[in-house]
């Protein structure tokens, strides 16, 4: 099973600040994606990512989010102006390449937005 | 538009009890199914996975699937529980467009009884 890290473990920021979100996958893998749970619910989809550019998005997935491979290694999710409900657990999930490969998730970051 | 159901939220077996958690998913093409399981604080780890074929799966830690076509249903089983397998389980259908993203039902919580 494919490795994946995420940094950091658990992040609190004020309402309004910035957060970046990163995942580091150990192998090579083509597709990327970040999911969120909130406390209590179930994990949703919020934005797949291949080839350097995102490939679908969902609507909880707006404006202040964004994704990038700055490096080529890490993916981050970048959240601009945190809200309340920004706080959930945020989950990056690695997929290698065909359609039935397996997503392979990280331990996730918990953001707490106060 | 895709959709996964669990219908049962909690549910209570002893140990070494047999354990179904059901599954239903709505889906217009082949479904490509999963289950994970996250434990408190955890990531989620793949259980096991359905593409094609054999419509009885197996997956790690002794739990199988079955998955029946007429019933759109994917349930989970495993014939002795361990208490150790205590956690929450989710049900996920791959949706077959450009990013195979995952939609995942809403868990169903595992307690087991002494």
């Known amino acids: 099973e494919p490795e994946v890290t995420q940094t950091p473990s658990h992040q609190v920021t004020q309402m309004g600040q910035e957060v970046i979100l990163r995942c580091v996958p150990i192998?090579?893998?083509?597709?990327f994606y970040w999911y969120r749970q909130i406390l209590g619910q179930k994990v949703e989809f919020l934005v797949s990512?291949?080839?350097?550019?995102?490939?679908?998005k969902s609507e909880i997935f707006d404006d202040q989010f964004s994704v990038e491979r700055p490096d080529g290694s890490n993916f981050t999710l970048k959240i601009r102006s945190t809200k309340l409900e920004d706080s959930a657990m945020y989950f990056c999930?690695?997929?290698?390449?065909?359609?039935?490969?397996?997503?392979?998730f990280g331990p996730g970051t918990r953001l707490t937005v106060l | 538009a895709q959709s996964v159901t669990q219908p049962d939220i909690h549910i209570t077996v002893s140990e070494g009890a047999s354990l179904e958690l059901r599954c239903n998913y709505s889906?217009?093409?082949?479904?490509?199914l999963f289950w994970y399981v996250q434990s408190p604080g955890q990531g989620l780890q793949l259980l096991l996975k359905?593409?094609?074929?054999?419509?009885l799966v197996q997956g790690i830690k002794g739990f199988e699937a079955e998955f029946k076509r007429s019933q759109s249903s994917f349930n989970l089983r495993k014939p002795s529980v361990h208490w150790s397998d205590a956690a929450e389980y989710f049900c996920?259908?791959?949706?077959?467009?450009?990013?195979?993203?995952?939609?995942f039902g809403s868990g169903t919580r595992l307690l087991v009884r002494p």
């Open positions: 889906y217009g093409a082949t479904p490509y």
């Open positions: 996920a259908v791959g949706a077959g467009d450009s990013s195979y993203k995952l939609i």
């Open positions: 359905y593409f094609s074929g054999d419509t």
């Open positions: 999930a690695l997929r290698q390449g065909t359609s039935t490969d397996t997503q392979y």
């Open positions: 990512f291949y080839n350097n550019e995102i490939s679908e």
């Open positions: 192998s090579n893998h083509l597709y």
